[in-house]
């Protein structure tokens, strides 16, 4: 089950996960704490590495790392800090950074006891995720986002990994983070179009899991555009408690449920991968991409056009894409062959039968599959 609490400090949304359970805290003005966070819920650490995409370097890894190496914590003694930092974007996502890493990590005498912090996006979580959890067969981490995609969506649920030149996400492990570490004013920092990315992720919460969500978003789209605080605070709490949820049913994604959080990304991950990583964020491919999936739910008689009518609506209001003009399907239909829900050489796919519901749908005629991409071709 997945708890929520409010305190005067944070809000906090747990990962029901038996002995791998973790907190995610939300605070509004607490990095200075982080620190005390961390030294409180992994109380034996000695030694932290922290690595940070180059982007946020100074403005909060530094301060970070400073707090860490500047505790007092009497008997315990001095934690040792390391850091690193690592360029932004997507690129970064390869087997060269993650060797990279993995040979600073052993240099700076890391150990099954050292702990990685990872501060930045969903590029910096997946790819530190990772190291962490093949250094030394798995070492603790923790994730410190700071991006709204990242608080959101990828710092939860342990889905760690790199991408290869022609499948995104294709090497990787499941491994949790300890500990969740989400201030929204981190965001003052972050350009526009990143921003905006992650709204992507918060409207798909809203279309597989809570209609109710979706209404909200619908009514405060403009304030979340805004960046308002209240609205924010509220969507990542709500976005956070039905990864939680998803997660806690289907850590793996072996039942089935935890596929449900892939909705649009069969189609976005081939407009990435086909794109040229980097071209567009995961967001944008995301929003295209629940788009085309819809369309596709339509065609096959699962759902009624308004829910199409009413995403566009939200995903123009988020200010994101919601056509490709170079879509291309005998480029995309390569690569979603290699989309990890595929079986037996089968796609298969997260369709909506209605906003707040979807479906895993096997066994789908491939020219159904290229009308949907063909008509989001605008
Ligand atoms: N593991 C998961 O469950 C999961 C879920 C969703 C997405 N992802 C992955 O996450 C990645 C996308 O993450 P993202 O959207 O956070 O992109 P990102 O990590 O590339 O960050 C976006 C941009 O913002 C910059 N940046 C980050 N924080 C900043 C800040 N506070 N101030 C200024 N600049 C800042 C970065 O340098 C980068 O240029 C993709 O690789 C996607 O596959 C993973
Ligand atoms: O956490 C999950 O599960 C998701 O599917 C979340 C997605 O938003 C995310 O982009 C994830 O990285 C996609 O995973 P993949 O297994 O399709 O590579
Ligand atoms: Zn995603």
Redesign the pocket.
Known sequence: MVTSSQGPAAECVNVPLADRSYRIEITSDAVGGFADSIIASLGDVTHVLVIA?Q??EQ??ANPLAAALESAERGTAGAIRVSQTSVA???TS?SIAEFERLLQWVSAEGGDRRSVIVAV???????LAGYVAASYARGIRFVQVP??L??MV??SV?G??GINLPTA??MVGAFWQPSLVLVDTS??S???DR?YL??LA?VIKYGVIDDAEFFDYLESHASDLVARDPKALRHAIARSCQSKASVVGEDERETSGRRAILNYGHTFAHAIESTAGYGTF???EAVAIGMQMAAQLAIDLGMCDATLLDRQTKLIVACGLPTTWADADPDAMLPVMMRDKKVAHGKLRFILPTRLGAVDLLGDIDEAAVRDAIVKLKK
Do not use: F, M, R, Y
């Open positions: 995409d982007a946020v403005s909060w932004s974007g997507e996502k930045g996006g969903g590029v910096i979580g997946d700071t991006t995609l990242a969506d990828s649920g889905k760690t995104k996400n981190v965001l920092t972050l350009p990143s990315s992650g992720e964020l995961h967001g």
